[in-house]
């Protein structure tokens, strides 16, 4: 069987199991609670690794060996800020965030959690809040669709447009019937296939190369 029937077969098998956590998240969803933040309940290893997956998505598996070929060891500086600032967060800010949010009239957005923390009648720390999160996030999110574009266009010959179309059609999918639930599982089983390709790809590289030695050289 030709590798491009195997990709093929590949990646609709990975793109139905997505929609089938979806589906299965959409099944325990049961109130607005449980749509927004999955009820409270995630496991902190469901947590951390649907956060890692999230934050260290396109960018970690493209955009980072890209820049550090490009440009050398000098972008490894990136690696290290990411890991102080996900320390400092994880350490610090989330315990607080978490015990504060569910007092604080049971917060299930960032906006609303600084609207009820601080009594702000006015509700301008909302929009002003909401507003961020909008544009920041539309930009991270188009880099992950402009990922998904650049992967079917370089593994699949495919039209960079069709690629992104579809990567965005699946994620809609998924979270908009498994609200935050459905996106933490699928990013569970993403986090854990970008742990297994982070390891293997230089293990093999380094034996297509010819071995340790000649890795080092080339």
Not at 72 to 101: H, Q, S
Not at 102 to 112: A, F, G, N
Not at 155 to 171: A, E, N
Request: glycine share 12%; aromatic share 14%.
């Amino acid at each position: 069987m030709p590798d491009q029937i195997l990709n093929f077969i590949a990646i609709a098998v990975y793109f139905a199991g997505m929609l089938v956590i979806g589906y299965y998240a959409y099944r325990k969803t049961k109130g607005h609670s449980d749509y927004m933040i999955a009820g409270r309940s995630l496991p902190p290893w469901v947590a951390a690794l649907s956060a890692g997956a999230s934050d260290s998505s396109g960018w970690i598996m493209m955009g980072l060996p890209g820049a550090l070929y490009v440009t050398g060891l000098l972008e490894a500086w990136i690696c290290i800020g990411l890991a102080v600032g996900l320390y400092v967060n994880w350490k610090l800010i989330a315990p607080k965030l978490r015990a504060y949010t569910e007092v604080s009239k049971d917060s299930i957005t960032l906006p609303s959690f600084f609207e009820n923390r601080t009594r702000d009648k006015s509700r301008l720390l909302r929009i002003f809040s909401g507003a961020i999160i909008l544009v920041f996030f539309t930009l991270y999110i188009s880099s992950g669709m402009v990922a998904g574009g650049v992967f079917f266009e370089e593994s699949f010959g495919s039209s960079y447009i069709i690629g992104m179309l579809i990567v965005t059609g699946i994620t809609l999918l998924y979270t908009m019937f498994g609200g935050f639930l459905g996106a933490s599982l699928t990013d569970v089983v993403q986090g854990i296939m970008m742990i297994v390709a982070l390891i293997a790809v230089p293990i093999a590289a380094v034996f297509a190369v010819g071995g340790p030695g000649e890795f080092v050289t080339k």
